[in-house]
């Protein structure tokens, strides 16, 4: 597989490689959270997913990955009491998604970043495919390397899940020195890297998480949804393969 070099592309020297498959696991105990009717409720928050990114265009100038995922997670009742997250118990929450991200160079230091995201989120075992609606995210950014260790980009992110939302959005890449750096993409993350070496990164991070979720038959009315969102912290190791790379961390979810 040819790789884009450094030059061609977004990302800065240092900055973690290309993940090309990922698998994780997350087991996150004290998840508290607020009902309308049931009060506070305590729940151990649990999911495993799987993304393959798909290289469908290396060229110069344009760069085009198609990545399918997979996620299924549920909420383990920890309160005494009844559970008003029933639905979300016995890992029928699912999720079928697919990630189409690009770049395109527009001259030596600057890229039209755009990416996009599909996915079809609920209770399964209630719910068909066909009965849960199409979630869709669609960005588009211009980033410009303003010097060897500095990025900074704009742009605007459309959301339309249960409801349509539109939000600006902020890129800023800089390196510190030749081991410091910090990695910014506001509303979605906010990254402190530190390399241990030419191949081995460390990452402390915190990311903004929102899912939302069908867990009732569209047709008898108004669908009943579920909206969460989470601020996912934590620390990743990244191990560079060649132009490849793997990573494993602990993340707590506050």
Known sequence: MTMVCCAQKPGLPGSAPSKWITFRTTHAPGKVYRFANGGTKTFTNEEMYVRAWLPLLHKKHVGIVLGPNYRTEQLEF?????????????????TFGLDLNSFVRLDSTSWLLVTSHIN???????????????????????????????????????????????????????NLSEREGVEIMLPKKMAWRHNLSPNDLLYFKAEAVTRTYY????????????RRIDVDMGIS???????FGGSGGVRWLP
């Open 215 to 226: 867990l009732n038959r569209v047709a008898e009315g108004t669908p009943d949804v579920c």
């Open 120 to 174: 079809k989120t609920g209770n399964f075992a209630m719910l068909s495919a066909k009965e849960i609606p199409l979630n869709y995210t669609v960005s588009a950014s211009y980033l410009k390397r303003t010097g060897p260790n500095k990025e900074i980009g704009a742009g605007i992110i459309f959301n339309k899940s249960y409801k349509l939302t539109f939000l600006p959005v902020f890129l800023f890449n800089y």
């Open 78 to 94: 920890k309160s005494s009491g009844e559970n008003p997250a029933k639905k979300f118990e016995g890992w029928n929450l699912r």
């Open 237 to 243: 190791y990244n191990r560079r393969f060649g132009n």
